[in-house]
């Protein structure tokens, strides 16, 4: 379960114009304590919403973000804008804030990043990448003018950023998030990346040290809270 903020227009009317510290409070509850009077605590922050240019709640959930990062040794997971600048911004401000750019999960990649040389370029950031739009197949997308990659499209990305040495800053999802993706409704389903990716991965060559890495040693270490100095 995650915690804190996502991007300004999904955030409720009491949720608008809070301040910092009162955003930090809830974080820092949710993580530590419990989320809403509950023993049941978040074990990652986010995602928070980023949109571009970033609103300055926005900026402030961010803001939490790292200072709980910092307090916690929790793992940030971001959604960022829908700008190719925008994952860099991100990074910059994580890092110039003191985060940790390699506990911090840029996710939809595919959707943000149009290539690989700019997806290259990210990953020298330090931010782990995540691919988690697999299970869309279609190059449409509604939200802006770019053509989706394919599943396999996506692991030869993947190819050449463990190639590069990136290994560990990759990630694997689905972002399932409407009806249509489930079995019930004509799509794979929750099981696509153990039932339908990781077969492929093996006919593309992938061996069951770089598939442990990257669906379950990756996943392990950040979902487990580290503190540093």
């Known amino acids: ?3 804190g903020d996502y991007t300004e227009e999904f955030v409720g009317g009491e949720g608008r114009g809070r301040t910092a510290e009162a955003v930090a409070e809830e974080v820092l509850d949710d993580l530590l304590v419990g989320a809403e009077g509950t023993h049941i605590r978040a074990g990652i922050i986010g995602k928070i919403g980023c949109s571009h240019p970033w609103s300055e709640q926005e900026r402030i959930a961010m803001e939490v973000a790292v200072a709980a ?15 190719p600048h925008a994952p860099f911004e991100i990074a910059r401000f994580i890092r110039e804030a003191g985060g ?12 943000t990043l149009p290539d690989l040389d700019s997806l290259l370029e990210f990953a020298e950031t330090g931010c782990v990448v995540e691919f988690d ?8 997308y509604p939200f802006q003018d770019i053509d ?10 993947i190819r050449s950023l463990i190639e ?11 972002d399932i998030c ?22 492929l991965k093996r ?18 270490r950040l979902l487990t809270f580290r503190k540093w100095d």
């Open 164 to 174: 590069k040495g990136h290994i560990q800053r990759i990630l694997l999802s689905q």
């Open 1 to 3: 379960m995650g915690c």
């Open 203 to 220: 006919r593309r060559g992938f061996d069951d040290r770089e598939i442990e890495a990257l669906l379950v040693n990756n996943p392990a």
């Open 100 to 111: 940790r750019p390699d506990r911090t999960i840029m996710a939809h990649v595919e959707r």
């Open 69 to 83: 990062q910092k307090k916690t040794g929790a793992t940030i997971s971001v959604h960022p804008g829908r700008h």
């Open 148 to 157: 989706l990659p394919n599943d396999g499209q996506r692991l030869r990305w």
């Open 133 to 140: 739009f697999f299970g869309i197949e279609s190059s449409y």
């Open 178 to 199: 409407t009806k249509t993706r489930l079995r019930s409704y004509g799509g794979h389903g929750y099981g696509h990346i153990f039932e339908n990716v990781v077969p």
